[in-house]
């Protein structure tokens, strides 16, 4: 790429404004929208560094090995343009720096759409027990309140949402075609894994297989026409999610922790899991994020809460809320009743319901639904 003199030069005296700092270039660059997407090009990740020296300002951009050249042409001169525009500005150049494909796995796997699903959300967590399965659940209940045609995957084996969806007694079926018949509770389409096998064969099944299995499986699920799919993940961010988020086209990825700093930690784990994959990360939820106390309504901090807020300011990406440590949250999950549907006026069934308005909005402007960037 080469120096391009910015138009403005020799109109103005050059030398009396002095270049803008790296932060305010990257706040103009935050104005620039990611071809097809609502949102901009900074929390898309893709600004990896910004250099201002003589003769002038370099923006060096990442790419994923899937992103289109079209695309990257269209943000390069789109960068171009808008830099070229800030006073002080000389000359512009644009570096992209087209990432090497994820070490350790196959030269990035196509991606594929599921046929009749319009957006397909993957809901991440550091790691297990901060309620991922919990939020999944709800939220698909909620995004099913507000009349959207929803339907959730559980691909943890290891700690299937399961219970907390339909109890223990279903099985699932499959079609003469040997399709998969997803469950269906609450107005919404369910299925697991772990509908499939037994405890004790998830225990002898590793890592690596059963992250094959799964990507295979949610294919060959016969969902029908759905508006969202909401994937529970397994906990963590390592090869495994990656893998899964690697196969299906997804419209975002969601990212759930508690208001430890331990688990906020993981929130950037989960960030560059997505970004890695040139995923939009929809945004954060604290969940536990206080005590909700069923007999007086007072809310109690038990553990410094606002992490959550603060982290994904940090990060650029959007907080979507948080979500109380409450009683009848525990106790909705154990008797297959979840909180959204078994008591539609709790604050934190609204909660989730203005959690999943947000959602819909976002992915309501992500142009024709899901795509590959
Ligand atoms: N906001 C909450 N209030 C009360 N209990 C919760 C809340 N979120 C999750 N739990 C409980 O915490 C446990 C772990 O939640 P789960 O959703 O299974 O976590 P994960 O899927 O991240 O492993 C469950 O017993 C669940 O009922
Ligand atoms: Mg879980």
Redesign the pocket.
């Known amino acids: 790429m080469h120096w391009k003199p910015a138009p403005h030069i020799g109109v103005n005296n050059q030398m009396q404004v002095s270049m803008p700092t790296p932060q305010e270039i990257l706040a103009e660059l935050r104005k620039v929208r990611y071809p097809g997407f609502t949102r901009d090009i900074v929390s898309f990740g893709i600004i990896k560094d910004i250099e201002v020296a003589q003769p002038g300002v370099t923006v060096i951009m990442t790419a994923s090995p899937n992103t289109k050249p079209e695309t990257l042409a269209q943000i390069s001169s789109e960068i171009q343009r808008t830099v070229s525009a800030m006073a002080g500005v000389p000359a512009v150049k644009v570096e992209v720096e087209q990432a090497a494909p994820a070490r350790g796995l196959a030269p990035t796997p196509a991606r594929r759409t599921i046929p009749g699903v319009e957006h397909v959300i993957a809901i991440a ?1 550091g ?11 709800n939220l698909a209940l909620a995004m099913a309140a507000l009349g959207g045609r929803v339907g959730l995957m559980d691909a ?1 084996v290891y ?1 299937p ?1 399961l219970g ?1 969806m339909v109890g223990a007694a279903h099985r699932a079926r499959v079609t003469h075609d040997r399709r998969i018949e997803p469950l269906e509770r609450f107005g919404i389409r369910y299925i697991s894994m772990a509908l499939f096998i037994s405890d004790a064969t998830a225990v002898i099944w590793r890592g690596p297989m059963v992250t094959k299995l799964e990507s295979e499986f949610l294919f060959n699920v016969e969902w029908g026409k759905l508006d969202y799919l909401l994937i ?1 993940l397994p ?1 963590g961010t390592g090869d495994a999610q990656l893998t899964i988020t690697q196969r299906v086209v997804l419209a975002g990825g969601v990212i ?1 922790t508690t208001p430890q700093e331990i688990a906020l930690l993981d929130v950037k784990r989960g960030v560059a899991m997505f970004q890695q994959v040139q995923v939009p990360v929809l945004g954060v939820i604290e ?3 206080y005590y909700l106390c069923g007999k007086c309504g007072r809310r109690h901090e038990i553990f410094a809460h606002g992490g959550g807020a603060r982290f994904a300011r940090e990060l650029n990406i959007p907080f979507l809320g948080e ?12 008797t297959a009743n979840p909180i959204v549907v078994a008591d539609p006026g709790h604050p ?1 069934s609204a909660g989730f319901k203005s959690i999943a308005a947000d959602l819909i909005s976002q992915l309501a402007h992500t142009g024709d639904g899901s795509r590959i960037l």
């Open positions: 967590s790691k297990g027990g901060v309620g991922k399965s919990t939020v999944a659940v943890d700690g949402s907390m529970d906990p759930v969940n536990m994020s979500i109380p440590m409450v009683r009848q949250i525990r106790e909705g999950g154990d934190v």
